[in-house]
DNA sequence: TGACAGTACTGGACAGTCCAGTTCATTCAC
DNA sequence: GTGAATGAACTGGACTGTCCAGTACTGTCA
């Protein structure tokens, strides 16, 4: 009789990685052990050991899973209509949407955690860069391709406006997250930033 | 007698400054040990530790210290001549002079030594943002002003377009740093960024 | 005489290993 | 179906070796 989907073993990795997942960002790398994991995941440390060779093993892996939850965001850059009236209404909300998921203490911890540790694994960190930010940038400079040849938009280098648009959007909020501990903007300062920046963008590249 | 003009005890006190500036760029602050610092500073650990408490302390100091060496970025920001025929090109100089201040490797090393410890030190993170980056910002708003009371830009918020300005010159260049080992920019890169970003600036701005 | 070098030491943390005994899911005989 | 048999996965805890912050002590030099 198989009451769970999983089997007992498949359990227990996913109930390490949550763990590891909570702990890492929480403590950092070298702040955390893997004393701490095992406990955390209701686990013995040699089953953490039977499943990840190491503790390098388990980081790199608990980073790089976070990498496929950007598929949603790709799903929003990707579908901005080609709609001269609307264009700025459109551009605002994808900015909006954009704030909102970067900002998200979650994805604030981990950057900080790649960056922190970027010394250590600088694979890991250029991995997560190429599979996480470049790949949304480069949906986002197709976007822009595609409304410059509807003819909304004029752009000569479609990646650098992409960058562009980050930039102006993303450099505030951001830059305070990585110095600070937590995030100090209200929805309010997001929606400022958000409309701030389109109009800054839109007036450039209209 | 008296033959140096500091003191035998302040060179050492410099000698050690220095060497842990060096040795928590290379290797962290966690990576670092304070054996490391009094070796490199050629001092024994007793010294370190008459003059430091611990290690926590060193490491501030060392990195606050590194907050003094903006005046000139501060000259430089302050220092934007109010003439409509030269702006484009002036403001072209100062995106350069900022580019490669804040891409030097000494400068982006330390923006991930402080980033990268801001959980265990966030009061330290927030000291250095403060000091270092809102201060700069801070001045380059003030001469925005200026120039759009001088009728050069027409600027709402002095801060935001300040914020805009420097997003869209340093987005790219500071993310890459912050992810991969080096810095993988070329002077050819730095001007493109450069004069890309103050064109961007200026259609909204100007 | 006081600041220093050099070095040994303490106390604690932690990665990774080992092992003896236990749980669990599957298989196969009945 | 029921119930043993089997082997893999797991537990819990002890253990090794290493690293390091911070202290103590002895000798040296100015």
């Known amino acids: 009789m198989e009451t769970n989907e999983q089997g007992r073993s498949a359990r227990k990795r996913q109930a390490i990685m949550e763990a ?3 702990v890492f960002m929480e403590k950092g790398y070298s702040g955390t052990s893997m004393d701490d994991i095992a406990k955390l ?3 013995s440390k040699q089953t953490v050991y ?3 060779s190491d503790k390098e093993k388990l980081f790199s892996e608990i980073v790089l899973a976070t990498t496929d939850r950007l598929d949603g965001m790709i799903g929003l850059v990707a579908d901005v209509p080609s709609d001269a009236d609307t264009l700025d209404e459109n551009l605002t909300r994808l900015a909006r949407q954009f704030l909102t998921a970067l900002t998200q ?3 604030l911890q981990l950057r900080r955690l790649v960056i922190a540790n ?3 694994f600088p694979e890991l960190g250029a991995a997560w860069y190429e599979q996480g930010f470049e790949r949304v940038l480069a949906t986002l400079a197709a976007t ?3 409304l410059a040849e509807d ?13 562009h648009f980050s930039g102006l959007l993303m450099w505030i909020p951001v830059n305070q997250a990585m110095f600070h501990g937590g995030p100090q903007h209200t929805q309010a300062d ?3 930033y958000a409309t701030a920046g389109v109009r800054t963008f839109l007036a450039a590249y209209r």
Chains 1, 2 share one sequence.
Do not use: N, S, W, Y
Request: cysteine-free; aromatic content about 6%.
């Open 105 to 107: 203490p979650q994805v």
């Open 41 to 43: 995941a209701a686990v």
């Open 20 to 22: 590891a997942t909570g």
């Open 190 to 192: 997001l929606d400022h």
């Open 118 to 120: 970027a010394d250590i």
């Open 144 to 146: 822009f391709q595609r």
């Open 50 to 52: 039977k499943h990840f």
């Open 151 to 163: 003819g909304l938009l004029r752009i000569d280098e479609p990646l650098l406006a992409a960058h």
